[in-house]
């Protein structure tokens, strides 16, 4: 009883963290407690279980769970009476998330947000799944008879307790021994036989891979894009009939701009309609890439970035990360959504809302079913089709297209909008960068250079010091994440190509040496965090190496750092960095050939490890010309190269200008004596 009258005094500590999701459950009657050491520590004076609660503020059925559950007074009290409840935010600990949500899947086969975990004091897992409902349902059970039920296990049956997480901790044991090593040689068939299976997966139909839900790939449509530049047909064809049809489904704000997480359907038409900053970056990437095969690519690319600048660019330097799916528990994506009704009230001319009606399919019956007149907006007719349809020209059913949009602008401007994350994540914002600087480069934007630079600038200069990397948020909030690192790299090597500011290269430079010093697993490849960078693990399974080789959500940070060691080779003139990347890709080979539409990454890496990158020196021309012209026409990955650089090929090192020269590998085209030579000089490089 003295312990229950302890835990009544006890406050819900989440109030004084900076995570937005964390800040959300503040208010709630659990005596939550923020990820760390005192919380476990209390759990081993008590000897009570953890129950650990892992979310995000963007997650619907996350804060489906804090009204039904955790602010429910008599479960609020339970909890506290039984366990000691700690909070994590997905986003801002992803390392932890990650050990979880790969014991709970071996317990239940499914994983996914809210994770509802229950560890021993020690932090190791025993029982655990994801959303549970306030009452017996669907055959769940409800999550008050899961916590008695936990409860009285673990005081009452404690062997049966050990024996679940013993057998979990064997399950997701490391494998021993030395990993084997894959020759350069094999790794062309390797990749090719990836994208065989990629191709198998291929909706011919649709667009993207597999059936629903549907979640947009864009590790590997970047490695479809590479494939395509070198002559790949099919690739070529699946890159761009995906790219079209995502951009024309409900799946893409087409108002706004920018992506929604993913499709519920295989069509691409009903989203789950948050809007993630990661999927935003790694798509506008995608966008800008599929240019050089389709210009009209560039459009869609513009808009993504705007949306990052009007809406995630919200504050501050840099990108918040996530936009809100809904305003309440009882909507789904109202906001983004429409009634025939609301249309009609937004465009007053009757001959143009019927045009706008039928162009975005919005009708009587729409597509929700929370609310059956709700419609969401996709490309349902295009301009010609219109034009037949309504018997007008073409131009005249763009005007009234264009008018359309900016009314339906107007009138959704006047709607509460989803709240915007206001966090700024290091690995997801270095992926915007990068993605905004390509966009700065191939559509001679200097706004997009601008916001890219400004970002960056803002990490270095207050989340990044050296020896110790980049932390996982700009109010430096949780260091020695590997992701945050690998992205951080990539980011300030394309703005070195950028700019030629030797800063940026010093800084990558040190990033480099602290992955290879510290992140390096003993299988291969790099671990997802650096125990003495991130501190003392905080419970048992943070102690274990995992190391992150599936995109899942974002590109694998052993993908982005092993590419980004291979252009950093070739940007610093420093064979080292390729040497490392490739002796771990060899290493990595093996498991790289099982991932097939989760390895782009991966597998993007090795292509460019077969094929590099072309690296290009000047002599004599205008270098600030040179470096527009390469950033617009180069294949992505391209580095410039000073003539002594050792590792060029002699006839670079002899080159006297004046002039450029491309080289690939160990060999180098025809010089171009002019900057209009070297863009022809470029092209035929990327080809």
């Known amino acids: 009883m003295r312990e229950a009258t302890l835990g009544a005094r006890m406050a819900n500590r989440l ?23 005192e919380a476990f520590e209390t759990a081993r004076r008590l000897d009570k279980p953890i129950l650990l609660d892992v979310g995000a503020v963007w997650c619907h059925w996350c804060h489906v769970m804090d009204r039904e559950s955790y602010e429910d007074p008599q479960i609020a009290a339970l909890i506290n009476e039984r366990f000691v409840a700690v909070k994590v935010d997905r986003d801002e600990r992803p390392d932890v998330d990650a050990r979880y949500q790969k014991a709970v899947q071996a317990l239940t086969g499914q994983g996914g947000w809210p994770l509802t975990a229950f560890l021993l ?25 899961v916590l008695l039920g936990v409860a009285q296990t673990y005081q009452g049956r404690r062997d049966e307790v050990l024996g679940n997480a013993d057998a979990i901790e064997t399950h997701l044991a490391p494998r021993a021994g030395e990993p084997r090593s894959m020759a350069e040689e094999d790794w062309e068939s ?94 506008l990437r995608n966008y800008v890439r599929a240019a050089a095969l389709d210009p009209a690519m560039l459009q869609t690319a513009r808009e993504i970035a705007g949306f990052l600048r009007d809406v995630l660019g919200q504050g501050g330097d840099g990108f918040g990360g996530s936009q809100d799916a809904d305003m309440s528990l009882e909507d789904d994506g109202d906001y983004f959504t429409w009634t025939l009704d609301e249309l009609r009230a937004a465009v007053p001319d009757p001959l143009t809302a019927r045009v706008a009606a039928a162009r975005f399919h919005v009708t009587e019956r729409g597509d929700m079913h929370h609310d059956p007149r709700r419609c969401v907006l996709r490309v349902d007719v295009d301009d010609a089709g219109l034009a037949a349809a309504f018997a007008l020209p073409e131009d005249e059913v763009r005007r ?58 803002a990490f270095l200069a207050r989340a990044y010091k050296p020896g110790q990397g980049f932390a996982r948020t700009l109010d430096a909030r949780a260091w020695g994440l590997l992701d945050d690192n690998a992205q951080m790299l990539d980011a300030l090597l394309e703005a070195h190509f950028a700019t030629g500011e030797a800063r940026y290269l010093a800084a990558a430079r040190e990033v480099a040496d602290l992955l290879l010093a510290q992140f390096r697993h003993p299988q291969g490849g790099f671990a997802d965090r650096a125990p003495t960078l991130a501190g003392q693990a905080e419970a048992a399974p943070l102690a274990q190496a995992e190391r992150p080789l599936q995109d899942a959500p974002t590109a694998s940070a052993n993908g982005v750092a092993l590419r980004a060691l291979l252009r950093l080779s070739d940007a610093s003139g420093e064979p080292r960095y390729a040497d490392a990347a490739r002796e771990e890709l060899a290493k990595l080979a093996h498991d790289a050939a099982h991932l097939g539409l989760f390895g782009g990454a991966l597998l993007l890496a090795m292509d460019d490890a077969i094929q590099p990158p072309p690296r290009i020196v000047v002599i004599g021309l205008d270098e600030r010309e040179a470096r527009a012209v390469a950033r617009r026409a180069a294949k992505p990955g391209a580095t410039f190269a000073g003539a002594s650089d050792p590792t060029l090929p002699e006839e670079a090192r002899a080159f006297r200008g004046p002039g450029a020269l491309v080289c690939l590998g160990m060999r180098c085209l025809a010089p171009a004596r002019s900057i209009a030579e070297l863009e022809v000089r470029l092209g035929e490089a990327s080809r």
């Open 15 to 37: 109030g004084a963290e900076t995570s937005s999701y964390l800040r959300s459950a503040a208010h709630q009657p659990v005596h939550w407690n923020p990820w760390g050491p």
């Open 121 to 145: 004091p020690d932090g190791r897992a025993f029982y655990g799944g994801t959303y549970f409902p306030p009452r017996d349902a669907h055959g769940r059970p409800s999550f008050r008879r």
């Open 190 to 283: 390797l990749v090719a036989h990836a994208v065989g299976d990629m191709r198998a997966a291929f909706d011919p139909v649709n667009g993207g891979f597999g059936r629903a839900p549907k979640f947009p790939h864009p590790a590997t449509h970047d490695l479809l894009a590479a494939r395509a530049l070198r002559g790949d047909a099919w690739a070529r064809d699946a890159l761009l009939h995906t790219l079209r049809r995502m951009r024309e489904g409900g799946v893409y704000d087409q108002l706004g701009g920018g992506f929604h997480r993913y499709s519920v359907d295989a069509e691409w038409i009903v989203p789950h309609f948050e809007k993630m900053l990661y999927d935003n970056a790694g798509l």
């Open 400 to 457: 009234r297209l264009r008018e359309t949009e900016r009314l339906m602008r107007d009138a959704r401007a006047k709607r509460q909008a989803p709240f915007v994350d206001p966090i700024r994540y290091a690995s997801w914002n270095a992926m915007a960068i990068g993605a905004l600087l390509e966009l700065g480069g191939v559509a001679r934007d200097p706004e997009a250079d601008r916001l890219a630079l400004r970002a960056l600038d």
